[in-house]
């Protein structure tokens, strides 16, 4: 049941299980555009780059025995310093699991630490094409729809576009901007 599930700061020793749920995509789906499964060494490596600070962090759904059955992360939007005052957001869940609220309990356990980081001006999320579930999770939070590359990617043989959608994280910085 939901109400049982705990959504909290992601710790090292979840770190097999993130492996896992991610694995689950990258050989399953075209949401993400990893083609290799993560080892856990080098999902170690990622969260590596992971605190309680700053501005990229890992949340996870987990129920009573410590599966986790969903994560949302932030990281970096592009290797470039001025873009440091923008993350990319992501949500998975693990199959089975959508629609029981969880995709919105961890996006807002998400923002609610992202609230924390002054530096941080604008949110993204990148959506592979088609995909209902997550574009209707992302414009209920907020997010809309600034532009879509078209065939970025090929994955299962096939192209396949990517939305891009974003949103101020505070309103007051965005309307103070016009």
């Given at each position: 049941m939901t109400d049982q599930i705990t959504i909290r700061a992601a710790v090292d020793s979840d770190i097999p299980?993130?492996?896992?749920?991610y694995n689950h995509y990258i050989l399953n789906s075209p949401a993400t555009f990893d083609t290799e499964p993560h080892t856990v060494a080098a999902k170690r490596q990622w969260f590596a780059s992971y605190s309680d600070a700053g501005?990229?962090?890992v949340m996870v759904a987990a129920e009573p025995d410590g599966r986790i059955v969903g994560h949302s992360y932030?990281?970096?939007?592009?290797?470039?310093?001025?873009?440091?005052?923008?993350?990319?957001?992501?949500?998975y869940l693990?199959?089975?699991?959508?629609?029981?609220g969880l995709g919105t309990r961890l996006w807002n356990a998400l923002y609610d630490e992202?609230?924390?980081?002054?530096?941080?001006?604008?949110?993204?999320?990148?959506?592979?094409?088609?995909?209902?579930?997550?574009?209707?999770?992302?414009?209920?939070?907020?997010?809309?729809?600034?532009?879509?590359w078209k065939e970025a990617g090929k994955k299962f043989g096939r192209?396949?576009?990517?939305?891009?959608?974003?949103?101020?994280?505070?309103l007051a910085d965005s309307q103070s901007d016009q």
């Open positions: 299980q993130l492996a896992d749920l501005p990229y962090r932030s990281s970096p939007l592009y290797p470039k310093a001025a873009y440091n005052s923008s993350v990319a957001t992501s949500v693990l199959p089975g699991e959508v629609g029981r992202l609230l924390k980081v002054d530096e941080l001006h604008q949110l993204f999320a990148l959506i592979t094409l088609p995909n209902d579930a997550s574009v209707a999770l992302t414009e209920s939070r907020g997010y809309t729809l600034s532009g879509i192209y396949w576009d990517v939305g891009f959608w974003q949103r101020p994280i505070r």
